[in-house]
């Protein structure tokens, strides 16, 4: 049938609705998806792309420093734990890297470091994020304030925590195996989820305090890197890990 011109004007806003209706799904959707109460992204064995650029997180962390962290430091980590699980014959198919985390004592100390410094700095990237996004209502802030009496007093007290760990390590906010909110740290690369760390259960927020991670903007002073973590700290992303911990 030939087409009218009351038809063709009619396709044609069709059309447009329906290219405004894809460019909503492939922009708007995903944005929307780390949102939502869904199961917070997993972490694989790779390497994923930052969600965010070099130079995005300067109210805390310089571009260098992003871009040396990402690109040698933790892409080491992901090399050396792709060589590891050849050597020591896990199947990614078949084991998670949470499962393989929660059974390192089985693994050799190169697992150890490198399928912790994996993990932790997959999950670091993702704690992180350019838009100040503080906690103002919600699940998780009731549990804080209920376990630590206000936001500022859990943040001196994970703050302590960072500062305080000796030598390499990581803070960590995680919800213990009694489902309680716990402030931790760990050495070197070591993770809650690993049953001989210092600090276990389910990561919810991490911050990496390795001088590799601060020291080209701040030298020496660890504690000025760590006031200003909590600029870019990403709260709906530690919220939809507490809700997806919480049974
Ligand atoms: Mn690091």
Redesign the pocket.
Known sequence: MKATPYNRRQFLTNSAKASAAIVLSSTVLPVLANFSASAPPTIGYTQQALPYGYSDLQAAIDAQTMEI?FTK??AGYAKNLSEAIVTEKVNPLTTSLEQLLGNIGAYSPKMRNNAGGHYN?EFFWQSLTPNNSPLSAGKLLAAINQQFGSMAAFQTQFSDAAKSRFGSGWAWLVLTNKQQLAIGSTSNQDNPLMPLADCKGTPLLGL?V?E??YYLRYQNKRADYITNFWKIVNWPMVEQRYLAAMR
């Open positions: 962290h430091h933790a700095h990496d390795w590799h991670a």
